[in-house]
């Protein structure tokens, strides 16, 4: 009788320990789910962040830019009357538009009055969307007439800055009345530019 009393404690002390043991793998099973559940939106949250952050330094990429053009400008444009840089000078660029251009020495090629737009669109080519471009003038919008375009407007654009831009639907992000300038300059890279399109007054320094 007393062995069997044993037996009973015994077995009643193993069936409690193996439950304690249940208990506290399923507690932490629970707990790494728990944990991997709040990890992994923070993992996508900063990934999308990441994206986001490439897709914007994308948007501002001017570095496929057409550097050099046949010099033609747009119908219509009027050339500036007493310009602060005139023809043959040789300001300094301010602007960095592209890879070796703040900082060298441009010759003026032309020089002329118009509204210039930094504008913001989504090349015919396909891709991501370019923000901010700098500059398209009044006069290679497509279909607007002569008075300025305020920022918000849609347009069509008439320009060939960049692949996959002649054509393409934009939006105006920005407008203002000034001089702008057709340059020629050798960048601080090295490489010869011609005719680039275009450089607005507040971006050229006296030497």
Do not use: R
């Not at 490439?54 to 046949?70: P, R, V, W, Y």
């Not at 090349?123 to 920022?151: A, C, D, F, Q, Y």
């Not at 001089?179 to 399109?197: A, C, F, L, P, R």
């Amino acid at each position: 009788m007393k062995n069997k009393l044993i037996l009973v404690m015994l077995l009643l002390f193993t069936f409690l320990i193996l439950a304690a043991c249940g208990g506290t793998n399923n507690a932490g099973n629970a707990e790494n789910e728990e944990t991997q559940a709040q990890s992994e939106p923070a993992q996508d949250e900063s990934t999308q962040e990441d994206n986001q952050s490439e897709g914007n330094m994308e948007g501002m990429d001017h570095s496929a830019m057409n550097h050099t053009s046949s010099g033609e400008v747009p119908e219509g444009l009027k050339e500036a009357e007493n310009p602060k840089f005139p023809v043959g000078s040789h300001p300094i660029i301010q602007a960095d538009h592209m890879p070796g251009m703040k900082g060298a020495e441009a010759t003026i090629v032309g020089a002329y009055d118009t509204t210039v737009y930094t504008v913001t669109y989504t090349p015919t080519t396909g891709g991501e969307p370019v923000t901010n471009h700098k500059w398209v003038i009044h006069e290679e919008l497509e279909g607007v007439g002569k008075e300025p375009l305020e920022p918000g407007a849609k347009v069509t654009l008439n320009a060939d800055h960049m692949p996959g831009m002649k054509g393409a639907a934009a939006t105006i992000d920005s407008a203002e009345h000034t001089t702008v300038y057709m340059v020629d300059y050798t960048s601080t890279t090295g490489e010869q530019v011609k005719n680039h399109k275009w450089v607005t007054e507040s971006e050229l320094a006296a030497p």
